[in-house]
């Protein structure tokens, strides 16, 4: 069982930056690939972007490439979505998931609460 929790979210300006982190908690954590999703009653859920434990591969989706950084700490247990240059499209519930590595690409089982991101002026 893996548990995530979220937090940072918020409301900003255009142009501004946030930053969203993701405590995990779990046994064998190391066998997990951890993503970042987010969700608009109108778009739907979208993996926005994804790194497995150990750092070494990331994926982002087109629509945040250049814009979004993650990062994992182990040592902390810790996923860290940077968020830069925010425009209105990208206002959504965001959520932190985790999938074992292996699994297809949209399998993730586990889900952390949500968390709001606002791009308004």
């Known amino acids: 069982q893996v548990l995530l929790v979220e937090s940072g979210g918020g409301l900003v300006q255009p142009g501004a930056s946030l930053r969203l982190s993701c405590a995990v908690s779990?046994?064998?954590?190391?066998?997990?690939?951890l993503g970042w999703f987010r969700q608009t009653p109108k778009s739907g859920r979208e993996l926005v972007s994804a790194?497995?434990?150990?750092?070494?591969?990331?994926y982002y989706a087109d629509s945040v490439k250049g814009r979004f950084t993650i990062s994992v700490d182990n040592s902390r247990n810790t996923v860290t979505l940077y968020m830069y240059n925010l425009q209105p499209e990208d206002t959504a519930v965001y959520y932190c998931?985790?999938?074992?590595?292996?699994?297809?690409?949209?399998?993730?089982?586990?889900w952390g609460q949500g968390t709001q991101v606002t791009v308004s002026s």
């Open positions: 790194i497995t434990w150990s750092g070494r591969h990331t």
């Open positions: 779990g046994s064998t954590l190391s066998r997990y690939v």
């Open positions: 998931a985790a999938k074992v590595a292996g699994d297809g690409r949209n399998d993730y089982r586990h």
